[in-house]
């Protein structure tokens, strides 16, 4: 098969295509997939630049999100059988192989049926970033119908599919952006308050929104926006970051407010 490696730690330069054998199912849960789209994530072009979570493993497939159709099947498979449509999140950060090939072998218990609306490019794009903001918007905050949700960087991979999942549960949406034109896209997808952060100061926007702060607040930027959203978080609300918080963070206000903070990262049944 032919498949995208990455040979080294670096630039776009650090991927060639080459052939490789075809792989081949091991554990009697996997399936062989023929890969017709695979997804490309930030984190994807972290570990190209600066190494995937196995630096002892290169060359290294990339890629952690697929769409494509089953060819083969384990024999403890039970949900799939060649010639089914799926969509999948599995490899592709150093230990198992990624994606950016033209078969992948996918656990069953990583799969799921492509939804018939979706074509194998759209459904290629969707896993990381849908599974990333259901487990932090449901997993770990719990929202509930009512709720106030701040979510920032709205109109990224995220943030865009947090807002759809909130308003879907029933809550109001607040969310930060840097201009109009992602103003209007955000708006389009059923944010309530839009905060374009340059422009106005988010806690302050946020706690006029919703008096002492939203219910749930979902961090998809890190760093100082982290530290800063303790002041637009309520008293005892969730605060979920995806990022890991820097070292030197002020937890004060967090603990004065009672904040449960939760971490998540998606990737974790991959180590």
Partial sequence: MKAVVMTRPGGPEVLETVELPDPEPRAPTEMLVRVHAAG???VDTKLRARGTYYSDRLPAILGCDGAGVVEAVGPEVRRFRPGDAVWWCNGGIGGEPGNYAELAVVDERFAAPKPERLD??????????????WES????????????????????????????LAREAGCAVATTV???????????????RIVRYREEDFVEAVRAWADDGADVVLDTVGGGTFTRSFAA???????????????????????????????????????
Avoid: C
């Fill in 40 to 42: 490309v994530n930030p």
């Fill in 178 to 192: 840097s201009d109009g034109e992602k103003a209007r896209f955000v708006a389009e997808l059923g944010a309530e």
């Fill in 120 to 133: 194998f490019v759209h459904a290629a794009a969707a896993p990381l970033v849908l599974i990333t903001a």
């Fill in 233 to 271: 978080t309520r008293h005892y609300g969730d605060l979920v970051t995806l990022l890991q918080p820097p070292p030197d963070t002020d937890w004060k206000e967090a603990r004065l407010r009672n904040l449960r903070v939760s971490l998540e990262l998606m990737l974790t049944p991959m180590h």
């Fill in 137 to 164: 918007l449901h997993d770990r905050a719990r929202v509930a119908a009512g709720q106030r949700v701040l979510v920032h960087a709205g109109a990224g991979g995220v943030g865009h599919v947090a807002i759809q």
